[in-house]
């Protein structure tokens, strides 16, 4: 099983956009998944939420084997030479993110960032 999530702005529709209702949820502790083994993120940002998003998910995805992690690359219609549209991850960012992903965690998921 394979989960992707993105985040460009040009692919949502009405639909797509949810009210914000700050519903606490708070899932069971013993949650396993089983068939997710794949997670890709396009449009990833190195923020808090996001990367505790994707810590939860490598502690209930049992299965997990690899995570890929995309910052945001500039869509067909936009002009590819502006420089606030590429995705570029430095080397030291890389590190940081795979260090706050892995840090105390038990999990041997390869994490790509690209």
């Known amino acids: 099983m394979k989960l992707s999530r993105s ?4 692919l949502r529709t009405p639909e797509d956009i949810a009210e914000k ?3 606490v949820w708070e899932p069971s502790k ?13 449009g990833f940002l190195e923020e808090d939420k996001v990367t505790t998003y ?6 209930r995805a049992v299965g997990l084997k690899k995570i890929e ?3 945001y690359r500039p869509c067909r219609g936009y002009n590819a030479s502006d420089p606030n549209r590429k995705s570029q991850v ?3 960012s890389r590190r940081r993110i795979k260090e706050r992903l892995e840090h105390g965690s038990s ?8």
């Open 21 to 23: 209702t700050n519903v």
């Open 7 to 10: 985040r460009h702005l040009c």
């Open 30 to 42: 013993d949650f396993k998944h089983l068939n997710l083994k794949f997670l890709q993120m396009i």
């Open 90 to 92: 430095d080397e030291a």
């Open 54 to 59: 994707i810590r939860l998910v490598m502690e």
């Open 107 to 114: 999990s041997s998921v390869e994490i790509v960032i690209c």
């Open 69 to 71: 992690l995309q910052g």
